[in-house]
């Protein structure tokens, strides 16, 4: 073919396909039902048989290969110790990053490191993750979460998407109201949910819980330069049980709301004592107010922390009436009103910031209990919002409306923050717990969509045995009417989650070269052995397909010190390292040298090799670990 006529036939194609594709986006744009049909071609799928709704709800949760989704959303792991990655809107699990269990997928819980992150204990129970945030928006940096068990929080680094730092925080025990952050990540706060006497260890018998016992509420420091937690201060509260929590934010930043059950200071049968009372509390706590109490002296040092008691500092603790042990209670985007759940009340309370302070400028109080003004619940309380049965937990779309899940009635009931009425009601499958909106936590939810994380499963997807998955629901907001894209099975327990646009959060592609970092090797001829009395240390280097030194011998007791470093800087070339029979196992990801430690316990000979399947020739990626018996 003549070079001329090539040249304007690839042209002509060219222009074409521009045409076309600048078509299908004015399309889009001005018929947005028709955004998800563009991949398509332009064309509205409709399909034989399938209802209509069903190809659009397909059409909005298929990511094509090529495509990434638009959110991250973190699922709490609860008791599998675990943080769950999940993209939406297609809802795949991407990422299970271990917090407070060790998890062998990745060496966690083997490597120096996360074994001393991990410390004496072996799980924990994550419920409430909680994203860094800046002027009351996610900022991609940190994901900090709770452990209920043991008293713990972590924090991920979102470059990383690794554990980096697990915290102990003293004098609290079951931190279930927890962790929620402050709008420019100055703290975040836990609650205790059990009463007990402190610090830990102490003893007293139960009869005395409402003498002997406290709870506790916990401000950790977070640093803004690296994220690093430290605790900041405590707050001594009554016996108690804290259940959710939330910080203020714009109108009433500078406060917590936190709910709380059991102001019965029952101590047996709680399912039945717990709910004596018609009215608990919404316990709001000027924080400013008490981390100045903080910086001017006025606490006492308890198990090594700050602790302060807020009757030395009158103003900083007030009790809103709420309807029978709420549950979670949530601001809204603006921080003008602060709703309790009511559990087993049928209604959600909405309480307004402005009128709280009126009353506490004018001293508008109805009581007092354990030394706390109790503000005026007739004049702070601006609806009881008929939502339905056993309401949970509160979210917003940014548009007005706020999202409540109904544990008993099964269903997710939308309502207005402006006439506090319900205009949709959707059921989800089955018994919601929390609920997830886009960006919902922040000063400017997205919409768009929303995850309900519920406790039960059923018959949802195929059976499984006598207990089921748990399950998690997609539902679209764009629309009037809530309507259920999708349904993923989850692992226990979907607590709370979290929701991040996508591009707020950048990730290292490897890990940065550093010689400077002890054990670092990044070249065969440094790479060695070393021996100090019965101290060994491996500098070993790893990379497509070979360890250097690929055999490595010791003696019968020797104390090992191994340093591997992945040599591969090349995004997602990560090389495991397992021993065989000597239950040691981890990983280096691109770049990265790790650290583990132990005692060659066992003579004789034992293989290893590298777990991730990183080459043509991974499987060629072995050596052997030599240990010669004692006396030979
Ligand atoms: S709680 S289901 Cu652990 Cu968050 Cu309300
Ligand atoms: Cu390295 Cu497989």
């Given at each position: ?30 018929n ?7 991949a ?16 659009q ?30 993209g ?5 699990r ?28 072996s ?54 109201s ?5 709008p420019?990540?100055e ?11 402190i ?60 709910t ?18 018609e ?42 009436p ?45 009581g007092e ?7 005026n ?10 939502v ?12 007005g ?70 399950s ?42 550093d ?27 790893g ?11 010791v ?13 591969d ?19 280096a ?34 050596g ?9």
């Amino acid at each position: 073919m003549e070079k001329g006529l090539f040249k304007k036939i690839v042209l002509s194609l060219a222009g074409l396909l521009v045409g076309l594709v600048i078509a299908v986006y004015l399309s889009a744009q001005l018929n947005p039902e028709a955004e998800a049909a563009a991949a398509f071609g332009g064309k509205n799928i409709s399909v034989d048989g399938v209802p209509d709704d069903v190809v659009q709800a397909a059409l909005k949760t298929y990511v094509p290969p090529g495509q990434l989704d638009e959110y991250y959303m973190f699922a709490s792991g609860g008791h599998s110790g675990n943080v769950f990655v999940y993209g939406v809107p297609s809802m795949r699990r991407i990422r299970t990053i271990p917090v407070f269990t060790p998890e062998s997928a990745v060496g966690y819980g083997w490597t120096t490191e996360s074994k001393e992150m991990l410390g004496e204990w072996s799980w924990g129970d994550v419920h409430h993750p909680a994203l860094s945030e800046t002027k009351g928006d996610y900022d991609g940096r940190w994901l900090f979460v709770n452990d209920n068990a043991n008293s713990r929080a972590a924090r991920i680094d979102l470059d990383s998407f690794r554990t980096s730092q697990i915290l102990d925080i003293p004098n609290i025990y079951g931190p279930h109201s927890a962790v929620f952050m402050t709008p420019n990540s100055e703290y975040f706060m836990l609650g205790s949910r059990f009463a007990g006497p402190i610090p830990y260890g102490t003893y007293s018998p139960i009869e005395n819980l409402s003498k002997d016992y406290n709870c506790v509420l916990a401000a950790v420091a977070i640093d803004p330069n690296n994220g690093e937690m430290s605790v900041g201060w405590e707050v001594l509260m009554p016996p108690w049980s804290f259940d959710l929590s939330d910080a203020g934010k714009l109108d009433s930043e500078g406060w917590a709301f936190l709910t709380t059950y059991n102001t019965e200071e029952a101590y047996e049968l709680l399912e039945v004592n717990a709910s004596q009372r018609e009215m608990d509390y919404v316990v709001a706590l000027n924080w400013k107010m008490l981390e100045q109490a903080a910086n001017e002296g006025k606490y006492k040092i308890v198990d090594g922390v700050k602790m302060i008691d807020p009757l030395d500092v009158p103003g900083s603790v007030y009790l809103v009436p709420a309807m029978k042990s709420p549950h979670g209670v949530d601001v809204t985007p603006d921080g003008k009103y602060f709703i309790a759940n009511g559990k087993v009340a049928p209604v959600a309370t909405v309480f307004s910031f402005e009128k709280f302070k009126e009353c506490i400028d004018n001293k508008d109080f109805q009581g007092e209990e354990r030394g706390f003004p109790v503000v005026n619940y007739e004049k702070v309380r601006v609806a009881e919002v008929p939502v339905g049965l056993g309401p949970l937990h509160t979210q917003f779309d940014g548009n007005g409306y706020a999202y409540t899940t109904l544990f008993i009635d099964s269903t997710i009931a939308k309502w207005s923050l402006d006439t506090f009425e319900v205009v949709d009601v959707t059921p989800v499958h089955y018994c919601p717990g929390h609920l997830c909106a886009a960006e919902g936590d922040t000063v400017s939810p997205d919409g768009k969509y929303l995850v309900s994380l519920n406790k039960l499963a059923k018959d949802k997807f195929l059976s499984v045995g006598p207990s089921h998955p748990e399950s998690a629901q997609l539902i679209d907001l764009t629309t009037d009417k809530m309507k259920i894209l999708m349904d993923v099975p989850t692992d226990p327990e979907p607590h709370f989650a979290q929701m991040i646009k996508a591009d707020k959060i950048t990730t290292w592609e490897v890990f940065e070269k550093d010689p400077s970092q002890p054990g670092a090797v990044y070249e065969k001829e440094n790479a060695r052995i070393e021996r100090d009395g019965n101290n060994v240390t491996v500098y070993q280097m790893g990379f497509r397909s070979r360890y250097y030194p690929d055999h490595v011998e010791v003696n019968e007791g020797d104390h090992v010190t191994w340093y591997l470093t992945n040599t591969d800087f090349d995004e997602d070339i990560t090389h495991g390292f397992g021993i065989c029979l000597y239950d040691l196992n981890a990983e280096a990801q691109p770049g990265e040298t790790i650290k583990f430690e132990f005692v060659a316990d066992k003579a004789g000979v034992y293989p290893f090799y590298c777990t991730n399947f990183c080459s043509a020739l991974h499987q060629e990626m072995q050596g052997w670990f030599i240990v010669k018996p004692k006396g030979l």
